[in-house]
């Protein structure tokens, strides 16, 4: 059973950072052929795609976070991070990581077919 577990998340000041990390288990060639993607989701608001890192590790980013946020990953440890530097409020969210096919293509959750359950994030002083 594939299965994606997203850790890291907390309560953070602004102006702070944070590293969330994906570890999947299951898939059979680990990320290999993979693209990972992180999302997140404030109350009463859509899921937004933030950025995504394809099986060639190309990276593409949001404009909201572009400059901020940093993906990568250690194909080794099925591992795929977030680096989340200078968080603002409006950073706060339930991050979330999915894979779809080794592209990363666009940002419909609907493309997106593993996903994991979530980590909070919450940016305040």
């Known amino acids: 059973q594939r299965r994606l577990v997203e850790l890291g998340g907390g309560l953070v000041q602004p102006g702070g950072s944070l590293r969330l990390s994906c570890a999947a288990s299951?898939?059979?060639?680990?990320?290999?052929?993979?693209?990972v993607g992180w999302f997140r989701q404030a109350p009463g608001k859509e899921r937004e795609g933030i950025s995504c890192?394809?099986?060639?590790?190309?990276?593409n980013y949001a404009d909201s976070v572009k400059g901020r946020f940093t993906i990568s990953k250690d194909n080794a440890k099925k591992t795929v991070y977030l680096q989340m530097d200078n968080l603002k409020p409006e950073d706060t969210a339930v991050y979330y990581c999915?894979?779809?096919?080794?592209?990363?293509?666009?940002?419909?959750?609907?493309?997106?077919?593993?996903w994991g359950q979530g980590t909070q994030v919450t940016v305040s002083s």
């Open positions: 299951g898939f059979a060639f680990g990320l290999d052929y993979y693209a």
């Open positions: 999915a894979t779809r096919g080794p592209s990363c293509g666009g940002w419909r959750p609907i493309e997106y077919d593993v």
């Open positions: 890192i394809s099986s060639s590790s190309s990276t």
